[in-house]
């Protein structure tokens, strides 16, 4: 399995593209938690549309994100 964050790290040179993947990726990671955090909430039937979709459209969009700037460091094609 390769370590994408390693190679972007590695490979890309512009700060401003460092932090904003290290943002996606903190994104992705609040996602989760998130995520995590809403499912005995939807368990238990006291969670709404947004408390549903909050977590995986953070993993989402964080993933997203992430991905471009793997791109535009030639890391992934």
């Known amino acids: 399995m390769k370590n994408y964050p390693k190679m972007f790290y590695a490979t890309e040179k512009k ?4 932090v904003g993947y290290t943002v996606a990726l ?3 990671a609040v996602g ?9 909430y939807i368990v238990k039937g006291e969670s709404n549309l ?7 459209a953070g ?3 964080g993933g997203a994100m992430a991905g ?3 791109k535009e460091a030639g890391v992934v094609y």
């Open 15 to 18: 700060l401003i593209h460092k």
């Open 26 to 28: 903190a994104m992705m």
């Open 32 to 40: 989760v938690a998130e995520t995590i955090h809403s499912v005995p």
């Open 59 to 61: 993993i989402i969009a």
């Open 50 to 56: 947004v408390g549903m979709v909050l977590g995986p």
């Open 68 to 70: 471009l700037y793997l």
